[in-house]
DNA sequence: AAACACCCCTGCGGGC
DNA sequence: TGCCCGCAGGGGTGTT
């Protein structure tokens, strides 16, 4: 379940070891995941030059080419990505190993293949790729005008709101109830009904969730070699996400567990309205 | 247009 | 003990 932070983390941590590199070879399970991988145009654009950059856009990471392909990677639900030397065998549910240069090996490994791999072809248009995306949480496009006029007149409830990756990219059901509860407000408060003082609590809360959840990550992974992408992650300390009926941090009173849009919703009745 | 339901997939844990 | 079922949730598509 990377979100965002884990994102993040998992760039920060490959990156140097990528950058300058080439693949070689490229190895994959014959699986689909949630779109079939594309062997053609890796063969063609990804395999046998340099890696320029590793960036990440919402949940996505991009791997760039010397000529200006890229190679697009999604962690989905299970996904994780880790650098193994060539001579380890490989794990189950391995889809994708690329051979670089220096006899490591990028492994993707995803159990239940709602991840994605996808080629933009050189001096594609990256923006069209990410048109229907809303503005990074962490970027300066996130603001109160902002989230005050996509709300509008709807009344989708602002748990739902925040998780719409068109409005905002990157927040997915974790740190959605973790935010609304920073924030005080009720996950189900229709988005038409939030002021602008709320608004900027509530951009704010993202901020510093998302940014600490970063720093622990960043903490706590040290070495990706091997890791497999473990997670370095989850040292942040949720505190309604999975406490049902356990006190709430503040209050004391019990955590609510309740189903949006299909998802599984934690909040306090006390502190949150 | 907005807000849903549904689907892809596997592993795990609870109930019986 | 073993089996069945519900649940986990990112993101795309389809429906009302």
């Known amino acids: 379940m990377p979100e965002l932070p884990e994102v993040e983390v998992i760039r ?3 990156a140097p070891m990528l950058i300058a590199r080439t693949i070689i070879r490229v190895k994959s399970s014959g699986l689909a995941l949630r779109l079939p991988i594309p062997r053609t145009k890796i063969e063609r654009y990804i395999k046998d030059q340099p890696i320029t950059a590793v960036r990440r856009r919402a949940k996505y990471l991009l791997v760039n080419m010397a000529n200006n392909a890229a190679l697009i990677i999604h962690l989905g639900m299970t996904g994780r990505l880790g650098m193994f030397r060539a001579d380890q065998s ?3 549910h391995d889809h994708l190993c690329c051979l670089l240069d220096n006899g490591l090996e990028l492994r993707f490994n995803d159990t239940r293949r709602f991840g994605s791999i996808q080629v933009l ?5 990256e923006g069209h790729f990410f048109a229907a995306l809303g503005p990074e949480p962490l970027g300066d ?3 109160v005008d902002y989230m005050q006029n996509r709300a509008g007149k709807r009344r989708q409830p602002l748990k739902n709101f925040l998780m719409n990756s068109h409005v905002v990219a990157g927040i997915g059901n974790i740190y959605a ?3 609304t509860f920073a924030a005080s407000i009720s996950p189900t408060r229709t988005v038409n009904k939030i002021s602008r003082r709320e608004w900027q609590t509530i951009i704010t809360s993202t901020r510093e969730i998302l940014q600490k959840a970063i720093a622990a990550g960043g903490s706590t992974i040290s070495d990706f ?3 497999g992408g473990k997670p370095g992650y989850f040292q942040l300390q949720l505190r309604v996400y999975g406490r049902a009926g356990e006190p709430c941090p503040i209050c004391g009173t019990a955590i609510e567990k309740t189903s949006m849009a299909g998802r599984a919703t934690f909040w306090c009745h006390h502190c949150q309205h």
């Open 12 to 14: 920060q941590g490959i």
């Open 90 to 92: 490989p794990a189950p």
């Open 121 to 125: 072809p050189p001096d594609s248009d």
């Open 141 to 143: 496009d996130f603001t």
């Open 177 to 179: 109830n973790e935010i």
């Open 225 to 227: 070699i091997n890791a």
